[in-house]
Every structure is written in C-alpha cells, then in structure tokens.
C-alpha cells in the first residue's frame, strides 16, 4: 500500500523559508514523479512542481523563483522549500504520487501551514 506523509511546521512568519518533508512508504520515490500540490483556503488547487525519478526537478512557472526541491533516497523522502513566504502562501500542501501521464494516483493527508507574523 503506498502511503505519503508529510511534516513541517504550522506556523511560519513571513519572508521566512517553509520547509516540508513527504515521507513516502510503499513505493519508491526512484521510480515515477512525486510532486507538490497546495489548496488555498478558498479551495482553489495550486500545482507546484515534481521532482522526477532521476531526480530532476521541474517547477510551475509562477513559483520557479521561490521553489526548490530535494530528496534523500535512502530515506525515500523529498522535500519542499519555499522561501520569501507571504500570507498568501497560506495553505495545506499535500505531496503527491503522479504517473507519467499526470495522473495524480496518491495523496498525503495534507498538511495545513499558515503564513502570519
């Protein structure tokens, strides 16, 4: 069964960097493309990227400046950071497992990160 669980702080000020880990079970993150995906408090979804298989990265254009990902493999875990946060940036961020034809087949639990001084 392949589980995803992320971690990271709630609470962050703004202009600091957000740090989150997926720890993911169940499937390797060697194998097909894991990304990032938020939800606003309006509900709108907002893609942030993925890192691939090979460990390549791709981030949407909107949040290429700010977005950097990471992985450790012997952990099989990869990593978000998003820097120069603001309070829009409050959402829950959920990291995902998406297959080669974007197909996002598992979700993490989500988690809920607020932006406020």
């Known amino acids: 069964q392949v589980q995803l669980q992320e971690s990271g702080p709630g609470l962050v000020k703004p202009s600091q960097t957000l740090s989150l880990t997926c720890t993911v079970s169940g499937s390797s993150i060697t194998v097909n493309f894991w990304s990032w995906i938020r939800q606003f408090p309006g509900q709108e979804m907002e893609w942030i990227g993925y890192i691939a298989a090979s460990g390549s990265t791709y981030y949407s254009p909107s949040l290429q400046s700010r977005t950097s990902f990471s992985r450790d493999t012997s952990k099989n875990q990869f990593l978000l950071q998003l820097n120069s946060l603001t309070p829009e940036d409050t959402a829950v961020y959920y990291c995902?497992?998406?297959?080669?034809?974007?197909?996002?087949?598992?979700w993490g639990q989500g988690t809920h990160v607020t932006v406020s001084s």
């Open positions: 995902v497992r998406m297959r080669n034809n974007w197909y996002f087949d598992y």
